[in-house]
């Protein structure tokens, strides 16, 4: 019969897991910090990951907004 987890148990095993204080929110904020930076990586590169042929402006050169 498959047992029921709640975030409780989530959280108790990651706690025991990381040896710390550590919470399913910790690793969602973590996660949400990379995928941010790593988009800003993309956004200021000088090619377009969806096609090497297109350049793009890094983000050092965009026009600032007033």
């Not at 690793?27 to 941010?36: D, E, I, L, P, Y």
Request: net charge negative.
């Amino acid at each position: 019969m498959p047992r029921i987890l709640s975030s409780t148990d989530v959280n108790d095993y990651l706690r025991e897991a990381a040896g710390d204080n550590f919470t399913a929110k910790d690793s969602r904020t973590w996660h949400g910090t990379v995928q941010a930076l790593e988009l800003t990586r993309l956004a200021c590169s000088d090619v377009d990951p969806a096609d090497a042929s297109t350049r793009h402006p890094p983000c050092a050169t965009a026009p600032r907004r007033s």
